[in-house]
């Protein structure tokens, strides 16, 4: 476990004892990483950020569709590249989902990691990344989108209340914006066309979900969604049988499983003539 400045990585990567090298980290960390890779003729695999769609179809029970999508969303205080940034719900239950989203997000308090209660949120990674997420919220705000609930930085440390957001113009710089950090977006959709749209109107790719009392026509919306991996009928799924990983902005290359183990490891051609 090394905790090596930049310098020191660039260098390990140069190293003739380095094959290739894989990254989980932002877009900028693995712009500066593959580059070294390349400048080398290494090999690299790259797990960024994504901003997730989580389409909700229909539900027989609005309040419970809204709890799992919300708790999913606060999983880490919002701090995971596959979390469900995007809540992209029909317009049918549109109005009592986002109600009941309001309603989780003031119930929830400060805490610490510590704590084993749900309903209790902890600082961000860093006051830096706290004072980010504000600024991004106030310019989503500014271009026309409306806080719900939540948006509000604390005076000192890296808490960042709980926020909901909804109206966010898909013409604005800030729908194309991942929020790492306790924000949910949420999008209202008519057709299952129009949910696959907004879906795939994104500079990401990472993971996603669909979510119908009908799931075949869950997995026909899922398979027309553009990310390296989607779930259907659940908040996600990971294993170390399974391949990880994105596409476009959200990186390249697999983790895990056995397109994982194969991205580092020599594919020899090995003939023998009789």
Same mark, same amino acid.
């Given at each position: 476990?090394?905790?090596?400045?930049?310098?020191?990585?660039?260098?390990?990567?140069?190293?003739?004892?380095?094959?290739?090298?894989?990254?989980?980290?932002?877009?900028?960390?693995?712009?500066?990483?593959?580059?070294?890779?390349?400048?080398?003729?290494?090999?690299?695999?790259?797990?960024?950020?994504?901003?997730?769609?989580?389409?909700?179809?229909?539900?027989?029970?609005?309040?419970?569709?809204?709890?799992?999508?919300?708790?999913?969303?606060?999983?880490?205080?919002?701090?995971?590249?596959?979390?469900?940034?995007?809540?992209?719900?029909?317009?049918?239950?549109?109005?009592?989902?986002?109600?009941?989203?309001?309603?989780?997000?003031?119930?929830?308090?400060?805490?610490?990691?510590?704590?084993?209660?749900?309903?209790?949120?902890?600082?961000?990674?860093?006051?830096?990344?706290?004072?980010?997420?504000?600024?991004?919220?106030?310019?989503?705000?500014?271009?026309?989108?409306?806080?719900?609930?939540?948006?509000?930085?604390?005076?000192?440390?890296?808490?960042?209340?709980?926020?909901?957001?909804?109206?966010?113009?898909?013409?604005?710089?800030?729908?194309?914006?991942?929020?790492?950090?306790?924000?949910?977006?949420?999008?209202?959709?008519?057709?299952?066309?129009?949910?696959?749209?907004?879906?795939?109107?994104?500079?990401?790719?990472?993971?996603?979900?669909?979510?119908? #009392?009908? #799931?075949?026509?869950?997995?026909?919306?899922?398979?027309?969604?553009?990310?390296?991996?989607?779930?259907?009928?659940?908040?996600?799924?990971?294993?170390?049988?399974?391949?990880?990983?994105?596409?476009?902005?959200?990186?390249?290359?697999?983790?895990?499983?056995?397109?994982?183990?194969?991205?580092?490891?020599?594919?020899?051609?090995?003939?023998?003539?009789?």
């Amino acid at each position: 476990n090394l905790f090596a400045t930049h310098d020191q990585v660039e260098e390990i990567i140069a190293d003739n004892r380095v094959h290739g090298v894989s990254l989980t980290g932002s877009e900028r960390a693995g712009e500066i990483v593959a580059a070294h890779a390349g400048k080398n003729l290494k090999k690299s695999v790259l797990e960024l950020g994504g901003n997730d769609p989580y389409i909700v179809l229909d539900t027989d029970n609005v309040a419970e569709a809204a709890a799992q999508a919300w708790w999913t969303r606060m999983s880490n205080t919002g701090q995971s590249c596959t979390s469900n940034k995007r809540l992209i719900v029909h317009e049918d239950i549109y109005d009592e989902f986002v109600e009941e989203l309001v309603k989780l997000a003031a119930q929830m308090t400060p805490g610490t990691p510590d704590d084993r209660d749900a309903a209790k949120y902890c600082p961000l990674s860093s006051r830096e990344a706290a004072e980010r997420l504000a600024k991004q919220i106030e310019k989503a705000s500014s271009n026309g989108a409306t806080v719900r609930a939540g948006g509000v930085l604390a005076d000192a440390g890296a808490y960042y209340s709980p926020t909901v957001l909804t109206d966010i113009p898909m013409d604005s710089e800030s729908f194309h914006e991942e929020f790492f950090g306790p924000v949910a977006s949420v999008y209202k959709f008519s057709t299952d066309e129009e949910a696959v749209a907004i879906a795939n109107d994104s500079l990401f790719g990472l993971g996603g979900s669909v979510f119908s #009392t009908d #799931t075949q026509r869950a997995q026909e919306v899922a398979l027309q969604v553009e990310t390296g991996m989607m779930a259907v009928n659940a908040p996600g799924t990971a294993g170390a049988e399974m391949p990880f990983g994105g596409i476009q902005r959200s990186g390249y290359g697999r983790e895990l499983g056995p397109l994982g183990m194969d991205e580092f490891v020599n594919k020899q051609l090995f003939f023998v003539a009789n």
